[in-house]
Antibody, heavy 115, light 110 residues
């Protein structure tokens, strides 16, 4: 069974940094590209970033470009999102999902940016 | 502001057919496939349709998808109370070099 478990969400002050993680199991992690998708409270879904299987290519939404960095450790079956210069509008539940068709999702981790 | 345009709401009575539209441009829907996701309250999204019209295993055949030009649609026939949820379309955008979502459509069974 495919499982994705996000962690690391926290309350952070504006301008602060945070790294969230997504541990994968039940499939060959290194064989899939992965994405982060977020959802602000009461709002719709927003794609944040994706990374190819061997991390040789990444893409970012304009809203996070230059502030967020996606990475992965295939030896640990783990996806990361380093978030710097956080803004109030980055407050959201962050989901990791398996690329292809985003057929598997984690339960999400809440990142709150507030003073 | 979402790049793909969806109606904010749709409704129907049990057994009715409801259709949700998703309108884009040549750089997204016009050039790439569309996927649809269902999100029940308080839960993570669930893949409902991929490649415009392909249903993953486990998705009832009451759900169907289609695409024509720069627009796509999701149809729910035989509407049931458990179909009450938010529905999102998404596609890759060649100009933005990223995925773009619709704003989401809340389906209500009245």
């Amino acid at each position: 069974e495919v499982q994705l478990l996000e962690s690391g969400g926290d309350l952070v002050q504006p301008g602060g940094s945070l790294r969230i993680s997504c541990e994968a199991s039940g499939f060959t992690f290194s064989g899939y590209a992965m994405s982060w998708v977020r959802q602000a409270p009461g709002k719709g879904l927003e794609w944040v970033s994706d990374i190819r299987r061997n991390a040789d290519n990444t893409h970012y939404a304009d809203s996070v470009k230059g502030r967020f960095t996606i990475s992965r450790d295939n030896s640990k079956n783990t996806l990361y999102l380093q978030m710097n210069s956080l803004r109030v509008e980055d407050t959201a539940v962050y989901y990791c999902t398996r690329d292809g068709f985003w057929d598997s999702w984690g339960q999400g981790t809440l990142v709150t940016v507030s003073s | 502001q979402s790049v793909l345009t969806q109606p904010p709401s749709a409704s129907g009575t049990p057994g009715q057919r409801v259709t949700i539209s998703c309108s884009g441009t040549r750089s997204n829907i016009g050039s790439n496939t569309v996927n649809w996701y269902q999100q029940l309250p308080g839960t993570a999204p669930r893949l409902l349709m991929y490649g415009n019209s392909q249903r993953p295993s486990g998705v009832p055949d009451r759900f169907s998808g289609s695409k024509s030009g720069t627009s796509a649609s999701l149809a729910i026939s035989g509407l049931r109370s458990e179909d009450e949820a938010d529905y999102y379309c998404v596609s890759w955008d060649d100009s933005l070099n990223g995925y773009v979502f619709g704003v989401g459509t809340r389906v209500t069974v009245v």
